[in-house]
Nanobody, 121 residues
C-alpha cells in the first residue's frame, strides 16, 4: 500500500500565498516524477507542475513565475509554493507520484485525495 497525503490548502485573498505539501508513505522502493494537478468546479483536471527525481521542472503557462514546485527525496515529499494567487487559481489541488513499490516491481502512478485552495477577490 502507498498513500499520498496533501496538506496546506485553505482560503486566501488575491495576491496572497500558500504552500502545499504532499507526503508519500508506505511500501515505496523509489519515486520518480512527482506533480501537482488541479480541478476547478465544472472543469477538467489540468496540469500545474511536475518535477523529476533529479529536479527538472515543468509548469503550465498560467502558473509560471507565480508557483514553484520542489521536492525532498529524503522525505518522499513534494511541495507547491503558490505566490501572487488569483481567484482563477481556485480549485482542488491533487498531487501525484510515479512510484515503484516494494511489492509490485513496476512504476505506477498514485494520487492524493486533494486539497481545496480558494482565492477570494
Amino acid at each position: 500500500q502507498v498513500h499520498l497525503v496533501e496538506s496546506g490548502g485553505g482560503l486566501v485573498q488575491a495576491g496572497g500565498s500558500l504552500r502545499l505539501s504532499c507526503a508519500a508513505s508506505g511500501s515505496i522502493l523509489s519515486i520518480n516524477a512527482m506533480g501537482w494537478y488541479r480541478q476547478a468546479t465544472g472543469k477538467q483536471r489540468e496540469l500545474v507542475a511536475t518535477i523529476t527525481r533529479s529536479g527538472s521542472t515543468n509548469y503550465a503557462d498560467s502558473v509560471k513565475e507565480r508557483l514553484t514546485i520542489s521536492r525532498d527525496n529524503a522525505k518522499n515529499t513534494v511541495y507547491l509554493q503558490m505566490n501572487s494567487l488569483k481567484p482563477e487559481d481556485t480549485a482542488v489541488y491533487y498531487c501525484n507520484a510515479d512510484i515503484v513499490r516494494t511489492d509490485v516491481f513496476k512504476e505506477l502512478r498514485h494520487w492524493g485525495q486533494g486539497t481545496q485552495v480558494t482565492v477570494s477577490s
